[in-house]
């Protein structure tokens, strides 16, 4: 990864945090988008643009000439019951999740195809397009959105730039925090994987390392579960 410019559009916590300070130590220049600034090491390489993905364009002049990774974390957990979740709130989920990295990728598109090696695209979906849970309507929707649109990108900009997809289960984040509000739901959650135990920022940030890397030049259009075992095992 070394000198490689990443560009990590929800660098300022959870998931997003690990995967930026993750590229930062093994030498990438990471390019940081996000309502707030994160408070990566002073020895990491970066730069900051704060920005609502949703609202606003992206200044031309903060992205490189080359880009050689683009990570898209944003994400939203709205777990209600269906006849409680509004249109809004999966006007607001599809947003969020499909339309901000629609935006993104049409934003670094020339600067991908521009790099030397492979550029590699890295989206998020979520253990619950496969497995079907209740009250996850609004987001699962969402996020098998994003499942179609990596494999459409990935057949389309192959063999130029890949484009593969996380699919994690309940990770111990700042988003996750109202679901593991107490040390019983915590464990609850734990014990529902057959790993028992829920993921870890540094879980997911590993795999999107490898997905950037060009270690894994031969993969495209995938979607990688990272859970736990839960969307497999029982």
């Keep these: 990864m070394q000198n490689k410019n990443i560009v990590v559009i929800g660098a300022s916590s959870g998931i997003g945090h690990a995967i930026g300070e993750l590229l930062g130590e093994k030498g990438a220049n990471i390019y940081s988008i996000s309502r707030s600034e994160p408070d990566f090491p002073a020895s990491l390489s970066y730069e900051h643009l704060n ?3 949703l609202e606003d364009e992206i200044p031309s002049d903060f992205l490189p000439d080359t880009i050689d990774g683009l990570v898209y974390c944003p994400g939203s957990i709205s777990l209600k019951p269906f006849r409680s979740l509004s249109l809004d709130v999966f006007r607001h ?11 993104v990728i049409k934003a670094a598109l020339k600067p991908m195809k521009k790099s030397g090696s492979k550029p590699s695209v890295v989206l998020f979906s979520t253990v619950a397009v496969q497995q079907g849970m ?13 499942e179609g649109l990596t494999r459409s990108l990935a ?7 890949r484009v593969n997809c996380i699919a994690p289960s309940l990770v111990n984040t700042p988003l996750s925090g109202s679901i593991l509000s107490s040390e019983d739901r915590i464990e609850a959650s734990n014990n529902r994987h057959p790993l028992k135990r829920i993921g870890q920022p540094n879980d997911i940030a590993q795999t999107a390392l490898f997905l950037l890397d ?17 969307s497999r095992l029982r």
């Design 155 to 161: 057949a389309e900009l192959s063999p130029k730039i």
């Design 51 to 53: 920005h609502n993905i």
């Design 93 to 103: 989920d599809y947003e969020l999740n499909v339309l901000g990295a629609v935006k």
């Design 214 to 230: 060009d270690n894994s030049s031969w993969i495209t259009g995938q979607v990688i579960g990272v859970d736990g075992g839960l």
């Design 134 to 146: 209740a009250f996850h309507a609004s987001i699962a929707s969402a996020k098998g959105a994003v």
